[in-house]
C-alpha cells in the first residue's frame, strides 16, 4: 500500500503525493492511504517535571494545564516520551482538547482508506532526537514558531512561540537570537 503524508497545519492541510504539493480541504474525503502531521488545531504542547512515582502521567499532566489556564476543556494527552531521572520524571507531551481528537477520529474513521494521525510534537521530537548535539528543532510557520531542544538524548524544552508579523527579515532576526 501506498501511503501519501499531509501536513495539517495553520488551518490548513497540504499532501505531498510526489514531488509536487496538494492543497486538500480540512477534514476532506480521503480515498488513498494517507499519514497526516497535525498540530491538532493548535493544540498545546510542551515538557512538565512530575514525581517518577506518578502512574497516571497524562492525568496529572492534564489538570496541570486546566488549573493553570493553560487549556479551557478536557484535553486526550499524548505521551510522546518519558524519562525518569532520580525520583523525577519528565514528560514530552501533546494536549489535545477532546472535541478536536473526536473530530479528527471522525473523519479518519469515514474515510475510505485508511488515515493514520500524527501530533505535529511527536515528529518535531524525532527530528530533534536526529539532530547534531547543540542544535535544536525548530519550525516556522504562519505566526507560530516551533522549537523543541535537546540536550544529552532527552527533551530539556520544548514551546510553541507566537511572533508578531510573518516577514523573513524578523524571522532571521528571531533565529539569529535563538
Not at 106 to 134: C, T
Amino acid at each position: 500500500m501506498k501511503w501519501t503524508t499531509a501536513i495539517d497545519l495553520d488551518g490548513r492541510m497540504l499532501a505531498f503525493p510526489s514531488t509536487e504539493v496538494t492543497a486538500l480541504g480540512r477534514h476532506a474525503r480521503i480515498t488513498e492511504a494517507l499519514k497526516v502531521i497535525s498540530d491538532f488545531e493548535d493544540a498545546y504542547f510542551g515538557v512538565e517535571t512530575l514525581p517518577a512515582q506518578t502512574v497516571e502521567l497524562a492525568h496529572v499532566v492534564e489538570r496541570r494545564l486546566r488549573d493553570a489556564g493553560i487549556t479551557d476543556s478536557v484535553c486526550h494527552i499524548v505521551v510522546h516520551e518519558r524519562q525518569t531521572l532520580g525520583d523525577v520524571a519528565r514528560v514530552f507531551y501533546t494536549a489535545i482538547p477532546v472535541e478536536t481528537r473526536l473530530k479528527y477520529r471522525q473523519w479518519a474513521s469515514e474515510a475510505e482508506a485508511p488515515v493514520a494521525l500524527f501530533p505535529l510534537a511527536g515528529v518535531l521530537l524525532q527530528h530533534a532526537l536526529a539532530v547534531k548535539e547543540g542544535r535544536i528543532a525548530l519550525l516556522a510557520h504562519g505566526e507560530c514558531l516551533d522549537v523543541v531542544v535537546p540536550a544529552d538524548g532527552r527533551i530539556v524544552a520544548a514551546e510553541r512561540m507566537r511572533r508578531y508579523g510573518e516577514s523573513d527579515d524578523e524571522l532571521h532576526r528571531l533565529l539569529e537570537q535563538l
